[in-house]
Nanobody
Framework: QVQLVESGGGLVQPGGSLRLSCAAS????????MGWYRQAPGKQREVVAS???????RYADSVKGRFTISRDSAWRTVYLQMTSLTAEDTAIYSC?????????WGRGTQVTVSS
């Protein structure tokens, strides 16, 4: 059974940085896609960054140049390095792993940007 556990969230001041991690366990050898999503209160969930099996990365316009997604070679851990954080980045961040067309979600980690 595939499980995803996010970590690294917390409270950070505007302009600060955080690095989120998503640790995957279970049978993930056929993973082809992983993405970081976020959902702010009262807003729809949106994709923040994604990485394909070829290591092609994509970012939402709102985070380009500030966030970086990366992964280890085995897809066991995917990271989201976030810099220059603003209050608009406050949300619950969740990771998604796609394996053979099935999507698996973690429970999410809260990121709060506030002074």
């Amino acid at each position: 059974q595939v499980q995803l556990v996010e970590s690294g969230g917390g409270l950070v001041q505007p302009g600060g940085s955080l690095r989120l991690s998503c640790a995957a366990s279970g049978s993930i050898s056929r993973a082809t896609f992983m993405g970081w999503y976020r959902q702010a209160p009262g807003k729809q969930r949106e994709v923040v960054a994604s990485i394909l099996f070829e290591s092609i990365t994509r970012y939402a316009d709102s985070v380009k140049g500030r966030f970086t997604i990366s992964r280890d070679s085995a897809w066991r851990t995917v990271y989201l390095q976030m810099t220059s954080l603003t209050a608009e980045d406050t949300a619950i961040y969740s990771c998604l792993l796609r394996i053979d067309g099935m999507d698996y979600w973690g429970r999410g980690t809260q990121v709060t940007v506030s002074s």
